[in-house]
């Protein structure tokens, strides 16, 4: 059974900095993709960075120039380096694993961690 969980979330300061990691376990599918959402309360889920298998990156224009994606492939482990941080950061954090087994396309979530960022 494929489980990811998420780490690194806390309480900070603005301008201060975090490291989110999300590992999985029990995969065996191939990933094509890792993500990073944050939902904000009383607002929807939204997307915040991407890296696929080949290493292509995108990020929300909110993070962008802030945050930093990476992954360590053989440890099928995902980071979301956090700079800058701003109140409007605050939610929690889900990393999302889009994977690809037996002709079929499956996603995986963590169940989040809280980020808080304080003015």
């Known amino acids: 059974q494929v489980q990811l969980e998420e780490s690194g979330g806390g309480l900070v300061q603005a301008g201060g900095s975090l490291t989110l990691a999300c590992a999985s376990s029990?995969?065996?599918?191939?990933?094509?993709?890792m993500h990073w959402y944050r939902q904000a309360p009383g607002k929807q889920r939204e997307l915040v960075a991407t890296?696929?298998?080949?290493?292509?990156?995108q990020y929300d224009t909110s993070v962008e120039g802030r945050f930093s994606i990476s992954r360590d492939k053989p440890k099928n482990t995902v980071y979301l380096q956090m700079n800058s941080l701003k109140p409007d950061d605050t939610g929690v954090y889900y990393c999302?694993?889009?994977?690809?087994?037996?002709?079929?396309?499956?996603?995986?979530w963590g169940q989040g961690t809280q980020v808080t960022v304080s003015s």
């Open positions: 890296i696929t298998r080949a290493d292509a990156i």
């Open positions: 029990g995969m065996t599918d191939s990933i094509l993709s």
């Open positions: 999302k694993f889009l994977t690809e087994s037996e002709s079929s396309w499956h996603a995986y």
